[in-house]
T-cell receptor, first 116, second 113 residues
Framework: SQTIHQWPATLVQPVGSPLSLECTVE??????LYWYRQAAGRGLQLLFY??????ISSEVPQNLSASRPQDRQFILSSKKLLLSDSGFYLC???????????????FGSGTQLSVL | SQQGEEDPQALSIQEGENATMNCSYK?????LQWYRQNSGRGLVHLIL?????REKHSGRLRVTLDTSKKSSSLLITASRAADTASYFC?????????????FGRGTQLTVWP
């Protein structure tokens, strides 16, 4: 069966420090991968998605970047964190779509990032 | 904004009662999905209903879709304390790009024992 691992679960970082969040998927090949951010009491904002190794699409301009060095590994990074980067970060995967629809997402357990 | 909107924002009921949450959206969809999120955890997919479907069931869950009203409802029957969570609808709009599910802000459901 497929599983998704995301770590760390919580992270407290000072402003201006770097960030690296990692997500790996097991049990499937060539998944679509996503990074979402959830502000308190809000819906989910899509940050990045990837359809393959080295292929990253950014949804919103921001202080963050993403990389996909391996098929089932997705990394969210920042060189210098801002206070506004605080939030709950979620990694997700879906099967490669064969039609023009978005099918269900499988989410990791999330990382609560606090930038102080 | 294209995101769906859930209603109510919060719902508090007793165990055994039914819980109904609603979602309204803006334009034509391919499908609409419901997710559940326990506090501080990731989202879990509950059910997907396609634009040509009107009703789907999964265990104690019943989802309806009314494309003429651009709305969907999630019914949880015989609720349990373990159903306490936030519930989100996510819309896949027709012509959307990959990964572009629009999530609402969710309904916080509290089920009291």
């Amino acid at each position: 069966s497929q599983t998704i691992h995301q770590w760390p679960a919580t992270l407290v970082q000072p402003v201006g420090s770097p960030l690296s969040l990692e997500c790996t998927v097991e049990g499937t090949s060539n998944p679509n991968l996503y990074w979402y951010r959830q502000a308190a009491g809000r819906g989910l904002q899509l940050l990045f998605y990837s359809v393959g190794i080295g292929q990253i699409s950014s949804e919103v301009p921001q202080n963050l970047s993403a990389s996909r060095p391996q098929d089932r590994q997705f990394i969210l990074s920042s060189k210098k964190l801002l206070l506004s980067d605080s939030g709950f970060y979620l990694c997700a995967w879906s099967v490669q779509r064969t039609a023009a629809t978005n099918e269900k997402l499988f989410f990791g357990s999330g990382t609560q990032l606090s930038v102080l | 904004s294209q995101q769906g909107e859930e209603d109510p924002q919060a719902l508090s009921i007793q165990e055994g009662e039914n819980a109904t949450m609603n979602c309204s959206y803006k334009t034509s969809i391919n499908n609409l999905q419901w997710y559940r999120q326990n506090s501080g955890r990731g989202l879990v997919h509950l059910i997907l209903i396609r634009s040509n479907e009107r009703e789907k069931h999964s265990g104690r869950l019943r989802v309806t879709l009314d494309t003429s009203k651009k709305s969907s409802s999630l019914l949880i029957t015989a609720s349990r304390a373990a159903d306490t969570a936030s519930y989100f609808c996510a819309t896949d709009y027709r012509g959307s790009t990959l990964g572009r599910l629009y999530f609402g802000r969710g309904t916080q459901l509290t089920v009291w024992p």
